[in-house]
């Protein structure tokens, strides 16, 4: 990993997981979303409010390591006012960067993708940089499929 890559990755890491964006419970919200890796002990909820196909007030609560709680601030910091198609290509959009299997040239979507791209140095990581955008992902396809069905 270079210098630059590594200072990246330690800034943005360790500024979302010091002070992540909308961190707290929100029990007044219409979904709850789980992620949770019983493997290396990452769980969190997300709270999120969905009004005329648009995600409102989202927020994140629990435990994890750095890179899973930093991650998460992103995903919450990303997509919160997005509408779901918007969110769910910034959903797309980082795990296509992630996924690095063909090392295919990659686009940065923001500024923030660059430095979770350093897992790939710590291949055990991938999961904790990840499960969060999946499980959002989950769920908007989910909302899609309501949304279509009930046309």
Request: glycine residues 4%.
């Amino acid at each position: 990993m270079n210098e630059r890559l590594k200072a990246l990755y330690k800034e943005v890491i360790l500024q979302h997981s010091k002070e992540p964006f909308h961190f707290g419970k929100k029990e007044d919200c219409d979904h709850v979303i789980v992620a949770n890796n019983p493997v290396c002990g990452d769980n969190y909820k997300f709270y999120v409010n969905a009004e005329k196909q648009t995600l409102k007030d989202v927020y994140f609560h629990g435990f994890g390591c750095a890179i899973s709680k930093a991650s998460n601030a992103v995903l919450v910091q990303l997509i919160s006012d997005q509408d779901l198609k918007k969110a769910y290509a910034t959903c797309c959009a980082f795990l296509d960067y992630l996924d690095n299997r063909n090392n295919a040239p990659k686009t940065v979507t923001d500024p923030a993708f660059e430095a979770f791209s350093a897992v790939h140095e710590f291949p055990s990581r991938m999961d904790c940089a990840t499960l969060g955008w999946r499980e959002v992902k989950k769920f908007l396809e989910n909302m899609k499929e309501v949304r279509y069905s009930a046309q």
